[in-house]
């Protein structure tokens, strides 16, 4: 809060909420120079880091969270509780979408809808399979049925339509499915 950081503010040490733990619990808002090392790009159907040219890969106990940015960037990270979230790529910028991804060896496994900022909608879900169809990701072992709880009233799953095609059901979709109400 820019009252703490300023200004008499800046003396300010509250026992129940000492400076020190703020200090150490704040969520780092990057630069666009910060922001490039987390550019991820699709090539030969796999998700790479644009600069150190790694592939993007999850490892067990991290969790990768990625952001679409309005101008069509991607950007994964790792997730770090208090100091690195959603919000951290875009300084708290638009998004097109935002949420968890696994990937190995920058083959991507698994997209889920995720993000206590952004909270993506169906529709940014989907926007963002487009994106990954688009450039030709490999989606073929993305995790299949998965289900994420999002909000009380929403779960999305993953549904694969071949290789290449990726689609996102709401819940009520994928019920009108199972009852042969729709297509």
Same mark, same amino acid.
Not at 14 to 29: A, H, I, S
Not at 67 to 72: G, I, K
Not at 146 to 155: A, D, E, G, N, T
């Given at each position: ?68 940015? *309005?101008?069509? %960037?991607?950007?994964?990270?790792? #997730?770090?509780?208090? @100091? !690195?979230?959603? +919000?951290?790529?875009?300084? /708290? ?46 989606? *073929?072992?993305? %995790?299949?049925?998965?289900?994420? #709880?999002?909000?009380? @009233? !929403?779960?999305? +799953?993953?549904?694969?339509? /071949? ?21």
């Amino acid at each position: 809060m820019m009252m703490l950081d300023h200004g008499d503010g800046k003396e300010v040490n509250l026992e129940d909420c000492p400076r020190t733990k703020l200090q150490q619990e704040c969520v780092k808002y990057l630069g666009p120079k910060e922001r490039e090392a987390y550019e991820v790009v699709i090539n030969e159907r796999k998700l790479f880091y644009k600069i150190s040219k790694k592939p993007v890969t999850s490892t067990e106990g991290s969790k990768l969270i990625f952001v679409l940015s *309005t101008s069509r %960037k991607l950007y994964v990270g790792e #997730k770090k509780k208090g @100091l !690195f979230h959603h +919000s951290s790529f875009l300084a /708290g910028a638009a998004t097109i979408a935002s949420g968890v991804l696994t990937a190995r060896n920058g083959i991507l496994e698994g997209i889920w809808p995720n993000s206590g900022h952004y909270r993506p909608t169906d529709e940014s879900l989907k926007e963002f399979c487009r994106f990954l169809e688009e450039r030709e990701a490999d989606l *073929t072992n993305v %995790k299949k049925g998965q289900w994420m #709880k999002i909000f009380p @009233l !929403f779960q999305y +799953s993953l549904q694969i339509r /071949g290789p290449h095609s990726i689609q996102a059901l709401s819940a009520v979709d994928l019920r009108k499915r199972e009852h042969g109400t729709s297509k």
